[in-house]
């Protein structure tokens, strides 16, 4: 039993090296860019929107929700360019996806940034006929940003947020499933169950995606990393859930973001069934 925890130990550790070097490029690419994310999008017609604000999204970690967000309460993008870059965002697991099953992750990516994009215009479309109402404060919605120098960048980015707040929680919830999967697959036969039921774990994937924090996802990463539920639970999981990336909407529009789950649950859930039934 202890060789077995310290390799679950280890694994997870490797996993969160990864992860960190890449939240911090991720964050330092961000910072570098922010102000001129701004000035492009100004400039440019929805169809550029929808590409870029999903390109956006689908970079591993929150950052590109947090920017998106930032973006659609200045007025700068639409309700439907903001909901589909949701689509495209994968929160900190995507980092975990990438150590745990590189190439698999990147396809993902891909096919997530085209759904984002489709779902993008197919949003607004329907935002648009019925008359749906959005942004309908955001007026009111204000974000500060201030930039200061390299040590306020590795005190408040690297220490406080990505290593205190999204390094330390990923690598707790990156064990927990290990673990979950690992006691499953030696005392409940976990391989069987999710043979025999996996339109359940679909189901369940859509459901747990509803939930606006990084973390519970990770337990279908691992399921799926280990060859125990199909592409289309993964790709289900990860179109609904947008780790931390809606959190800020949250306090800024409650109602956009139920909508916008709303919206990504839909579509989440209809392409997963597709993908599914067709045997991925």
């Known amino acids: 039993m202890f060789e077995e925890l310290s390799g679950i130990v280890v694994e997870t550790l490797k996993i969160s090296l990864l992860v960190m070097v ?9 910072v570098l860019t922010r102000k001129k994310l701004r000035t492009f999008f100004r400039e440019k017609k929805k169809l550029v929107q ?12 929150c950052i590109g929700g947090f920017t998106n967000v930032s973006l659609y309460v200045h007025g700068i993008i639409s309700f439907g360019a903001l909901a589909g870059s949701m689509i495209a965002v994968s929160g900190d697991e995507a980092f975990v996806m990438l150590a745990m099953f590189p190439q698999e992750a990147v396809i993902l990516f891909v096919i997530l940034f085209v759904i984002g994009v489709a779902g993008s215009y197919i949003i607004d479309y329907t935002v648009k006929k019925f008359q749906i109402k959005t ?22 980015h690297v220490w406080a947020h990505i290593i205190k707040k999204h390094l330390i929680r990923t690598s707790l919830w990156t064990f927990g499933a ?19 039921y996996k339109i359940v774990f679909l189901f369940l994937g859509a459901l747990v995606g509803l939930i606006p924090e990084s973390g519970p996802h990770l337990i279908f990463v691992t399921l799926f990393a280990q060859g125990l539920v ?3 639970v993964l790709l289900t999981s990860s179109i609904v859930q947008d780790g931390h990336g809606m959190l800020p909407m949250l306090s800024y529009s409650l109602k956009d973001a139920l909508k ?4 990504n649950f839909t579509i989440g859930l209809i392409l997963g069934l597709i993908l599914f ?3 991925f």
């Open 277 to 279: 039934l067709a045997g």
């Open 135 to 156: 942004c309908d404060n955001c007026t009111e919605m204000v974000v500060h940003e201030h930039t200061h120098g390299v040590k306020h960048y590795i005190k408040e």
């Open 22 to 30: 890449m939240m911090i490029v991720v964050d330092l690419l961000n």
């Open 50 to 61: 929808y590409i870029s604000a999903s390109f956006i999204g689908a970079l591993p970690g």
């Open 178 to 196: 290990l673990i979950i999967v690992h006691i499953g697959m030696k005392y409940f036969d976990l391989s069987s169950f999710t043979s025999e």
């Open 260 to 263: 916008i789950k709303l919206f």
């Open 230 to 232: 199909p592409f289309s």
